[in-house]
């Protein structure tokens, strides 16, 4: 998770989203708070390259995370606010996508908008 934050703050977006597609898996593994954090950075990340509906999708799940127990940083917050900010000014709100069960992560897309859709595991 380090690397791919550390790649992010670097505005290597593509490599940071990647590398956290490629540990979705571990997805369950992890605690709420690396959850919440893993969401943050994969959607600022995709939206950073123009999947607007994942980035849609992570962001919200890291919100419903955090809504339910709060555990990011106060600069983790604001990346996530402002990551919500962006998608609005772009159109995209919960109005114009389906929103994820409470307590269960977004169905990710892959980095190219259109892709299909994938279920993940269900979070703790």
Same mark, same amino acid.
């Given at each position: 998770?380090?690397?791919?934050?550390?790649?992010?703050?670097?505005?290597?977006?593509?490599?940071?989203?990647?590398?956290?597609?490629?540990?979705?898996?571990?997805?369950?593994?992890?605690?709420?708070?690396?959850?919440?954090?893993?969401?943050?950075?994969?959607?600022?990340?995709? @939206?950073?390259?123009?999947?607007?509906?994942? #980035?849609?999708?992570?962001?919200?799940?890291?919100? @419903?995370?955090?809504?339910?127990?709060?555990?990011?940083?106060?600069?983790?917050?604001?990346?996530?606010?402002?990551?919500?900010?962006?998608?609005?000014?772009?159109?995209?709100?919960?109005?114009?996508?389906?929103?994820?069960?409470?307590?269960?992560?977004? #169905?990710?897309?892959?980095?190219?908008?259109?892709?299909?859709?994938?279920?993940?595991?269900?979070?703790?």
């Amino acid at each position: 998770m380090s690397s791919a934050e550390t790649a992010y703050q670097d505005g290597r977006y593509f490599e940071a989203a990647e590398g956290l597609a490629e540990r979705e898996h571990e997805i369950p593994d992890l605690t709420p708070r690396q959850q919440a954090r893993y969401g943050v950075y994969r959607g600022m990340s995709l @939206l950073q390259i123009g999947d607007y509906e994942g #980035a849609h999708r992570w962001l919200l799940y890291a919100k @419903l995370l955090e809504d339910k127990k709060p555990t990011l940083s106060s600069r983790q917050k604001r990346l996530l606010d402002g990551g919500f900010t962006e998608l609005g000014n772009r159109g995209i709100n919960n109005d114009r996508l389906m929103r994820p069960r409470p307590g269960s992560p977004p #169905a990710p897309s892959k980095s190219a908008p259109g892709a299909p859709l994938t279920p993940l595991p269900s979070v703790r």
